[in-house]
């Protein structure tokens, strides 16, 4: 899994400025005692992040939020999570993903529709009752047609995800 960190900064008075790195999720009482701040305050800033999901973040996101989003994103498949800068277009933020993300379908290493109606060909229960020779005279171009008229995908760098 990535790094998850964010550099947190008090907003008091330009001599009393403390700022701490911070692994998520945050201990609030460790917060409190490094930053000298409550975490349900407004008395704090991100002022950086190493955060996978940080589209997400503002500089006055909470550490409430924060958690909750680090949450999201480890609740996110493996392969979710190895995609997710090229699935987040799709879904808008992380707990969108999360959401959604119940629903997709994944093909590992497949990089085009064809590979997905190979893999589909190979893998699926429902062509389970063909022969070899059977697959070998399907109408492969056809089927990924219909697969691509009838589903929504998208082509990621370690396979296709059918949302």
Same mark, same amino acid.
């Given at each position: 899994m990535e790094e998850c960190s964010v550099l947190i900064e008090t907003t008091k008075s330009a001599e009393d400025k403390t700022s701490r790195w911070f692994d998520l999720p945050i201990d609030y009482e460790l917060f409190r005692d490094l930053l000298g701040v409550e975490a349900d305050s407004g008395?704090?800033? &991100?002022?950086?992040? %190493?955060? +996978? /999901?940080?589209?997400? &973040?503002?500089?006055?996101? #909470?550490?409430?939020?924060? @958690? %909750?989003?680090? /949450?999201?994103?480890?609740?996110? #498949? +493996? $392969?979710v999570q190895q995609a997710y800068k090229e699935?987040?277009? *799709? =879904?808008?933020?992380? !707990?969108?993903?999360?959401? !959604? #993300? $119940?629903?997709?379908?994944? *093909? +590992? $290493? =497949?990089? @085009?529709?064809?590979?997905?109606?190979?893999?589909?060909? !190979?893998?699926?229960?429902?062509f389970s009752a063909l022969s070899e020779k059977g697959k070998k005279y399907f109408n492969l171009e056809a089927y990924a047609h219909e697969l691509e008229e009838k589903g929504r995908y998208a082509v990621c760098n370690n396979g296709m995800f059918k949302l």
């Amino acid at each position: 899994m990535e790094e998850c960190s964010v550099l947190i900064e008090t907003t008091k008075s330009a001599e009393d400025k403390t700022s701490r790195w911070f692994d998520l999720p945050i201990d609030y009482e460790l917060f409190r005692d490094l930053l000298g701040v409550e975490a349900d305050s407004g008395d704090y800033q &991100i002022t950086d992040m %190493k955060l +996978p /999901f940080a589209g997400d &973040i503002v500089r006055t996101t #909470s550490v409430r939020r924060l @958690n %909750k989003l680090y /949450f999201a994103y480890t609740d996110l #498949s +493996p $392969e979710v999570q190895q995609a997710y800068k090229e699935l987040i277009p *799709y =879904c808008g933020g992380v !707990e969108d993903l999360l959401q !959604e #993300s $119940e629903e997709f379908l994944f *093909y +590992p $290493e =497949c990089h @085009n529709i064809m590979d997905v109606a190979r893999y589909r060909l !190979e893998h699926n229960i429902e062509f389970s009752a063909l022969s070899e020779k059977g697959k070998k005279y399907f109408n492969l171009e056809a089927y990924a047609h219909e697969l691509e008229e009838k589903g929504r995908y998208a082509v990621c760098n370690n396979g296709m995800f059918k949302l």
